[in-house]
């Protein structure tokens, strides 16, 4: 978050082990519940816009690819994404 930026109050619901696992990390960085709270909802949806460019990053070589092996092996790596294992 900018520090320019006025933060917004949100509330949220977590389920109890979630409350304590955040609690436990906020301990041991010496910081409060929110922050790790904040820190972990920067660091997932920093994450899914990695997988999301790593996603077209594939399906733009699998366009490219010439090679059929090449082919093959990013259309498992295109469906491992989005289907799972």
């Known amino acids: 978050m900018r520090h320019s930026e006025k933060p917004i109050r949100q509330s949220i619901s977590l389920p109890p082990r979630v409350a304590r696992r955040v609690k436990a990390l906020a301990r041991t960085k010496k910081t409060s519940a929110n922050r790790v709270v904040v820190d972990l909802i920067e660091a997932g949806l920093e994450g899914q816009e990695q997988e999301k ?10 366009v490219r690819a010439s090679n059929p092996e090449e082919e093959k092996r990013l259309k498992g790596e295109l469906a491992r994404m989005t289907f799972g294992e």
């Open 53 to 62: 460019r790593r996603f077209f990053d594939l399906a733009d070589r699998l």
